[in-house]
């Protein structure tokens, strides 16, 4: 059984979370946990949702945790109703392309 979720609407801001998305600015210490000062992915962020891109407005370590990423992106505005993979991309290396959002209107 899957764990029941709130489809996102087309043109809202939603929040990734992943690891794996590298250095940050300033660079941050090796598994302690982040303070609420933060630290930004030293290079951008980009993501397609649908293989459509989506705007990504930011990309940080995640306060209180150590290694924990969250990436905010905005669903584009185009999207039919369906499920949509989720493809972020940093440096030329991409998420895999299996975590799918549901879009509903």
């Known amino acids: 059984m899957g764990t029941p979720t709130?489809?996102?609407?087309?043109?809202?801001?939603?929040?990734?979370w992943?690891?794996?998305?590298?250095?940050?600015t300033p660079a941050a210490?090796?598994?302690?946990?982040?303070?609420?000062?933060?630290?930004v992915t030293a290079s951008?962020?980009?993501?397609?949702?649908?293989g459509q891109p989506a705007a990504v407005s930011g990309?940080?370590?995640s306060q209180g945790f150590a290694a924990l990423y969250q990436i905010v992106v905005t669903v584009p505005a185009?999207?039919?109703?369906?499920d949509y993979?989720?493809?972020?991309?940093?440096?030329?290396a991409a998420s895999p392309g299996n975590v799918m959002l549901t879009a509903h209107q």
């Not at 992943?18 to 940050?24: D, I």
């Not at 993979?85 to 030329?92: D, L, Q, S």
């Open 6 to 16: 709130i489809p996102a609407k087309p043109g809202e801001t939603i929040i990734l």
């Open 18 to 24: 992943g690891t794996g998305f590298g250095p940050t």
């Open 29 to 39: 210490p090796v598994g302690v946990e982040v303070p609420p000062t933060g630290f």
């Open 44 to 50: 951008n962020v980009t993501a397609t949702i649908g």
């Open 59 to 61: 990309a940080a370590l």
């Open 78 to 82: 185009g999207l039919a109703n369906g």
């Open 85 to 92: 993979p989720i493809v972020a991309t940093i440096n030329g």
